[in-house]
């Protein structure tokens, strides 16, 4: 098996590490992980003390980051 690096830009990286403490926050069904638990994101962003103003950005960049880690769980291959 490969070894794989991921690169992160300085500007995403405060969404990157907030993706990573919402690993274990996944929400699954009987047919598989459905998305995560947004009410969790909320307790995150405050206890990482993130000002307000920063939210709604943050939470739209781990949508992206969600739906690119759902793409590759689904993946057919």
């Known amino acids: 098996m490969g070894t794989y690096q991921a690169q992160v830009w300085p500007e995403n990286w405060a969404a990157w590490c907030l993706f990573e403490t919402m690993a274990t926050q996944?929400?699954?069904?009987p047919g598989g992980v459905?998305?995560?638990?947004?009410?969790?994101?909320?307790?995150?962003?405050r206890l990482a003390q993130i000002p307000?103003?920063?939210?709604?950005?943050?939470?739209?960049?781990?949508?992206?980051?969600?739906?690119?880690?759902?793409?590759?769980?689904?993946?057919e291959g």
């Not at 996944?26 to 069904?29: K, N, Q, T, V």
């Not at 459905?34 to 962003?45: M, P, Q």
């Not at 949508?63 to 993946?75: G, H, M, Q, S």
């Open 26 to 29: 996944w929400r699954a069904g």
């Open 34 to 45: 459905i998305g995560l638990d947004y009410s969790v994101l909320a307790e995150e962003l």
């Open 52 to 75: 307000q103003v920063e939210h709604r950005r943050l939470r739209n960049d781990i949508r992206v980051l969600e739906a690119a880690a759902l793409d590759c769980i689904y993946e």
